[in-house]
């Protein structure tokens, strides 16, 4: 592990962290959290790697910024919703400082939304064209960097009023507004938790692969695969 700083300014990266699989940029005031940051990225690296069956070739390059503004344009979207955590940038990780968390979220949803955007990463290297729902529910699931209230609230409401969206509905493509309006990161969680608990990683696997091949895959239409989501969710979550 080794520090180095690389060039003067207050709130962009200036200091850089080297760890076995990731090199973290971070700023002044984002010393403290560095360890944290760079611990929970390593203690996930095999996990995510050995359940998606995918390894990273190069060490993944991470990027905190404590000015959110700053965040957004390094994502190239600077009327972004405050609720932003992170996102992708041209070859590695940009996230919000853990020390500065958007509204809604803490330290630790922070800090695992660097987990989340490295698993879109390995996704990717899998197939980098699948529905928003099959991505942002496996980041999710794989980082767990929402709260487990949030998400079991927005479904046991979902259920009780009858407005529990299709795959369809959560298809939003590039709208990632949208997704967020429609309750998709804690939909999406559950319906990837559903396909590991019901199929495994390798049903998981294969459907990142070939994310229309339903009935080769799980031996059911959409349709069916939607409704057997529904069950589980009104079984483990409408309680």
Known sequence: ??????????????????TEHFIISYSEMDKSCIEKVSDVL?????KVTNNLNQQLKEKLNIEIHSDRKKMHRALGIENAGDWIRGGLGKGKVIIASPLNPPPGSDFNNVVNTAVHEFVHIV?????????RWLDEGIASYEAKDNNMSWIRNTVREGIKNNIVPSFRDLDT??????FFEKGGYQYSYTIVEAIVNIFGYEKLYDFIKSPRNFEEIFGMTEIEL??????YIRKYYYI
Do not use: C, H, R
């Not at 493509?173 to 949208?178: S, T």
């Open 123 to 131: 996704v990717k290297k899998i197939n980098d064209s699948i529905p």
């Open 226 to 231: 939607q409704n057997k989501w529904n069950e």
């Open 173 to 178: 493509g590039a709208d990632f507004q949208k």
């Open 42 to 46: 390593e203690d996930n690296y095999n």
């Open 1 to 18: 592990m080794n520090f180095t700083k690389i060039l003067e300014e207050n709130t962009n990266p200036i200091y850089k962290k080297e």
